[in-house]
Structure formats: structure tokens, C-alpha cells
């Protein structure tokens, strides 16, 4: 008796229509499992098949990178987003953005991109900018992320207790 595999892949491989939410689910759910370079192939497949992509696709295309760590890449492809897709990155696109410069070292990029965005950083962003620093014992960069942090949630204890060095 032969085995029928289930596996996500196969079952996506084995549709005769692929919309965009098969699409979205797949490169998604291989850009969180640390397979971002079958996430990067299957979204060159996507474009390949004239499927147009929106910003749930390029979530999914900025966690790659955030994992996989290919900056240049990651900033091409936000840059993609509005140029060539007319999609207008919101903030967990801008999270990505700040989750992947610091993990290549790029602080002062990523300060420098959360004071450009459009919209206000949320928590999630400061919380992941003042980490970074952190790793990267980058205290003068510290302290003003956590001082933003501290604007954003000041009733939070924990914020305060981040002033220490851990």
C-alpha cells in the first residue's frame, strides 16, 4: 500500500486552482518554519503564475528575510511593496523591517527607519528596537529606544525595569 503524503506542499502541489489565500498560506507558513528560500521561490512562482500579491504575501516575504537575514533583499522587496504593487506597507511590514536591520547589525538604519514611518510605532516595535540594542550593546541607542518605549506605555512596570543592564 502506498503512502498519500498531506504535507502542505503536496496538498497545494496537488490543486488545480491556486487563489491567493493558497498562495499567502503557503509562502507564510514557510517563512515562519525557516524555510524562507522555498518561501522566496514558491512568491517568484506565484508572480510567474500572474498572481498579484498584497500585503499579506509580502508579511509573509519580510519574515523570510527576517529569518533567512538577506537585508538588501528584505529592503528591495518592502521597497517593492508601493512602487511596484501599489501596497501600502502598515505597520507589521514596518515590524519586519525592524525585526531584520538590527539582526544584521544595522541599528542606526532601523532607528532611523521607525522615525520615518508614516504611522506611530506600537509596542511590539519599540519593545523589538530596545532589545536589538540591547544584543548589540548599543546603550546610547538603548536608552533612546527605551525612552520611545516609555512614551508609548508608560504605566507598563516593565519598561522601567528594562533601564538596568540584564
Not at 503536496?10 to 518554519?33: C, E, P, R, Y
Not at 514558491?42 to 509580502?58: S, V
Request: aromatic share 6%; net charge negative; hydrophobic share 40%.
Amino acid at each position: 500500500m502506498s503512502e498519500v503524503s498531506h504535507s502542505p506542499k503536496n496538498v497545494f502541489q496537488g490543486m488545480k486552482t491556486k487563489d491567493l489565500i493558497s498562495w499567502n498560506t503557503l509562502i507564510g507558513g514557510l517563512a515562519m518554519h525557516g524555510r524562507g528560500v522555498d518561501a522566496l521561490n514558491l512568491f517568484i512562482r506565484m508572480k510567474n503564475a500572474g498572481q498579484k500579491p498584497d500585503g499579506i504575501t509580502f508579511l509573509g516575504i519580510l519574515c523570510a528575510c527576517t529569518h533567512m537575514g538577506p537585508v538588501e533583499d528584505g529592503l528591495a522587496y518592502f521597497q517593492s511593496m508601493a512602487h511596484d504593487n501599489s501596497i501600502v506597507p502598515q505597520i507589521e511590514h514596518y515590524g519586519c523591517m525592524v525585526d531584520l536591520l538590527p539582526r544584521a547589525g544595522r541599528l542606526e538604519q532601523a532607528m532611523d527607519f521607525v522615525s520615518k514611518m508614516p504611522m506611530e510605532p506600537d509596542v511590539v516595535i519599540g519593545a523589538g528596537l530596545h532589545g536589538a540594542c540591547r544584543t548589540h550593546k548599543n546603550v546610547e541607542l538603548a536608552e533612546v529606544a527605551l525612552q520611545r518605549l516609555i512614551e508609548l506605555e508608560p504605566k507598563n512596570p516593565a519598561n522601567y525595569g528594562k533601564m538596568w543592564p540584564g
